[in-house]
């Protein structure tokens, strides 16, 4: 069993005897030492999406599924293909693959993780820490170098996240996959 | 009573853990008060600390098992539960507490499940508006929904009987009403001419600062015995004060008073200028005694109250010389500078941020209540 604040894009857990991947995991602060998740799901078996909020510290089933280590080798509208190092290749939809379309671009060297589901790719996993380049982002306002004030930037894949002020179009920055968030300059 | 539409389930179950203070239990039980008197509902209330229900409602008997009140059935919840024969249609969860196991499995037996809501925390922030009226999945099997009290249309809504403008108003142009409550709660009333303040609040460091910069006013301050009370007594002249006694320090006078019930308390928002008040029960009075106020917001260690005090600022469009001197209050470092902004406004004639703060509530009062949203809400589960 896992908590719910736990589960994040790509794991799968059983609900009533249905396999669910999970699209999308937030999490909130409701109050005093309260939080929930929202779970954006996909029935596996039936293809049906649905959302479902919860207590973060809920427990749930997660299934762990038969995975590979791959790289990211191209994109057939609307498969993102990955490749093992037998060469191999698999196709996965890109509804499928949740907040992580937001990080794949060509030629990223990160070790990715495919998750299969009776033989069949279903998702993938980024590392949880990426580097990528910031494409555009304004100039920041001079004299503020605290990081405390926050701005978006654009990655190359049309993303934007928000960065500390000091960050300027075509650094690097790193980025926390499981949050979405800026870490820091890489 | 009124008579309930009929599609509104009789019987509730409420479920209630205190877990500090006196919001969780003041939330639901005010709750279950308008669920019975304004939808007809039988209401059951289980809480498991009646301690902290009887500072809200002095007649609860803290030894009894079972007790009715208000025609409200107040059940004890202890460890050793005993899960009733019969069921509630709709069972609330308050602040996400969990069910006891026993009623659990009866839910799960039950040939119509009960339509379970876990009612949560007041918020305005922007997440809020994606998570209410979610269902929820419970590893019983069982479907659950959550319900996020709020600000339409993020939120489902405020608690707010129906006749309280009416009593409001009745409250404002009744001297005598005032007098028979100020009697009746043995408080002294304010001098003539003298702008009145309330301090509920937690702990505040920022305490012995404001009551300094109050003293150079004609300022009545009513101070309900609690955790500010305890910051008051930690500071000279005020160490040895007692509850139900004053004491003057320079133009300001310091009433330290009992803590007062939740009919009463109304009261005390609706007399004064100016209300200091905390957590999320308190607020929600704060906005419809449609007087300015300053939140205290319930502080956690993580910091994650800030954004929440923000998005309510944000939302509810205080205006800003309140904002300010809110934030300065919960930061308990209170700024010279912002206090003059708004006690200039406060003390002028014709208080532009009261006509506005009067104007807010009722702006806010013309949303359907939470009562009314909460059971239009149950209606549509009960016909899937």
Known sequence: MKIAQEFRAGNVMMLNDQPMIVLKAEFSKSGRNAAVVKLKLKNLLSGAGTETVVKADDKFEQIILEQKDCTYSYFADPLYVFMDDEYNQYEIEKENLGDTVNYIEDGMQDVSVVTFYNGKPITVELPNIIVRQVIYTEMAVRGDTSGKVMKPAKISTGHELMVPAFIETDEMIEIDTRTGEFRKRA | ?384
């Open chain 2, 1 to 384: 009573m009124s008579n309930p539409p009929a599609s509104v389930p009789q019987h509730w179950d409420i479920f209630c853990q205190v877990i500090d203070n006196y919001g969780d239990i003041g939330t639901a039980w005010r709750l279950a008060l308008q669920l019975q008197k304004e939808m007809g509902c039988h209401v059951r209330l289980w809480v498991d600390v009646l301690d902290a229900l009887k500072m809200l409602v002095p007649a609860t008997d803290v030894s009894a098992q079972c007790q009715t009140l208000q025609q409200i059935e107040v059940k004890q919840w202890t460890a050793a539960f005993v899960c009733p024969e019969t069921l509630g249609e709709v069972v609330i969860e308050m602040f996400a507490c969990e069910l006891p196991q026993g009623y659990l499995q009866a839910m799960q037996s039950a040939a119509i499940a009960p339509i379970w809501v876990n009612l949560d925390y007041f918020s305005c922030e922007s997440w809020v508006a994606g998570c209410h009226g979610l269902p929820s999945f419970h590893r019983s099997g069982l479907n659950k929904w959550f319900y996020f009290p709020g600000f339409s249309p993020i939120g489902g809504g405020l608690l707010r009987e129906a006749d309280l403008q009416q009593k409001r108003t009745d409250f404002w142009q009744s001297p005598q009403a005032i007098s028979r409550w100020l009697e009746k709660n043995s408080l002294a009333p304010a001098r003539a001419n003298h702008f009145k303040v309330s301090l509920f609040a937690y702990e505040n460091a920022a305490l012995a600062d404001l009551l300094t910069y109050l003293s150079q006013y004609p300022v009545e301050v009513y101070l309900p015995e609690g955790k500010l009370a305890h910051s008051l007594r930690q500071q000279a002249p005020f160490v040895n004060l007692q509850v139900g006694q004053s004491l003057d320090f320079g133009l300001l006078r310091v009433h330290l008073i009992a803590f007062l019930p939740q009919q009463e308390f109304d009261g005390l928002l609706r007399y004064c200028d100016l209300n200091f008040v905390r957590g999320e029960e308190s607020l929600t009075r704060a906005i419809w005694a449609a007087k300015p106020f300053v939140w205290h917001i319930y502080p956690t260690e993580d910091q994650a109250h800030w954004p929440k005090l923000e998005a309510f600022l944000t939302e509810y469009d205080l205006p800003e010389n309140i904002a300010e001197v809110t934030r300065d209050w919960n930061r308990q470092q209170l700024n010279q500078a912002h206090l003059e902004q708004l006690f200039n406004d406060l003390l002028a004639t014709n208080s532009p941020c009261q006509s506005r703060v009067f104007a807010l509530s009722e702006q806010r009062a013309a949303e359907p209540s939470l009562v009314k949203q909460l059971t239009s809400f149950i209606q549509t589960k009960k016909e899937c």
